[in-house]
């Protein structure tokens, strides 16, 4: 019957699996929905920011104020900005944002990346939507140089730079160069923008605290689920003008929300639990990458990328199909309780696939002898004959 699934059955079956598993080492936590909100009303009332409890009795906020004004308050200064709007989704934010400065700037090409999220994950919105032209200043699996920059021959309104670059492998530039590239934006008279959905744990790798960071963009998105466990929900920070217009575009863009207090308390629950902890994940994803890694040494075409992981996401590569690798995933839980990775996708080279690895609360649990052992189990189980399903 197995042999029937297709692809899109055995992702969901896996997913389904290791909602059910006893111990797994990456993913979000599986929860029910009556879980997770029993979950934001206890930690909401311990709360540092807004005093525990007594946010609780405050009334819900109504079209961006109350605790939505607070969030955002927070936001701007965290990362070191004058003002910070809040949006419901992190792609209405960089539309917005990247709309503003081509109207201030009065230029409509904004330099990215093609492996950017504005060009994967976003259905070109920025050029359909929004009416700009994008202009690639380099296509190698990196955030660009000063020295890309510079050999573009137009102009350019605005720079977007990704921190890390996901679909690269959770990339980061060293920090000279990311001022370097900065700074050859400014002289060109470009706005500096930073798509910083995971900016939260970059700053680990860059030992330096969040607002150095933003110093060097004009606008910094954030995002308050990919790293924090919020609901949902994302941030932008800037100059208190650039905020303004922000929020008047918010509203054209349907982003002007009656209630948000939900998302915004599962927003500032991430700021006060798990922005603390962030350094720690960042440390044992390095454990966790050296003990995948080890496997390699025995396992051809098995490899972690980068090594050593420059945030707590990284990608693993096996030298077996996506499909298989679902299947082994979903049997070894059946059989072991234990569930490794969430996804698995089609590599580059036929017969191989790959994962993010996400390094959070339930990896802190393994040791490196688990971790390699346990996917040696997962390899076995996808060679050909080596299931029994």
Request: proline fraction near 6%.
């Amino acid at each position: 019957m197995e042999d029937q699934l297709s692809g899109n059955d055995l992702v969901t079956d896996l997913r389904t699996a290791l909602r059910g598993c006893a111990r797994r080492l990456s993913g979000a936590p599986a929860t029910t929905m009556g879980e997770s909100l029993s979950a934001l009303v206890a930690r909401a009332g311990e709360l540092v920011g807004g005093d525990g409890g007594a946010l609780l009795d405050e009334r819900p906020d109504v079209y961006g104020d109350g605790v939505v004004a607070m969030l955002e308050r927070r936001v701007a200064d965290l990362l070191g900005k004058p003002a910070a709007a809040y949006f419901p989704t992190g792609t209405m934010v960089q539309q917005v944002a990247l709309r503003c400065w081509a109207l201030e700037t009065g230029s409509d090409v904004l330099a990215t990346h093609p492996l950017s999220h504005l060009e994967v994950h976003e259905r070109h919105a920025y050029r359909d939507l929004t009416g700009l032209r994008g202009v690639w200043p380099t296509a190698e699996p990196r955030n660009p140089t000063a020295a890309d920059l510079r050999s573009i021959a137009e102009p350019f309104g605005t720079l977007s730079v990704e921190l890390p670059l996901r679909d690269a492998g959770f990339l980061l530039p060293e920090w000279d160069e990311l001022a370097a590239v900065a700074d050859a934006a400014h002289k060109r008279g470009a706005r500096v923008h930073f798509d910083g959905a995971r900016l939260w744990e970059s700053a680990v790798h860059y030992a330096r605290p969040l607002s150095e960071v933003a110093d060097l963009a004009d606008s910094v998105y954030v995002s308050f689920y990919k790293s924090l466990g919020g609901v949902s929900g994302a941030a932008v920070a800037g100059p208190e003008e650039f905020v303004a217009g922000l929020k008047e575009w918010r509203h054209r863009y349907g982003g002007q929300v009656f209630q948000q207090w939900p998302t915004v308390l599962s927003a500032l629950i991430g700021l006060d639990r798990e922005l603390p902890r962030l350094p720690e994940y960042v440390a044992h994803a390095k454990t966790v990458a050296a003990a995948l890694a080890e496997v390699g040494a025995d396992v051809r075409g098995v490899r972690v990328h980068p090594e050593p992981p420059h945030t707590h996401q990284f990608r693993l590569w096996v030298p077996f199909d996506a499909r298989a690798m679902r299947r082994a995933g979903i049997e070894q839980i059946a059989q072991t309780g234990t569930g490794l990775f969430e996804r698995w996708a089609p590599g580059q080279a036929p017969g191989t696939a790959y994962t993010e690895v996400t390094a959070a609360t339930a990896a802190l649990a393994w040791k490196p002898a688990e971790i390699s052992a346990a996917l040696r189990d997962l390899l076995e189980r996808a060679e050909p004959g080596g299931s029994e399903a």
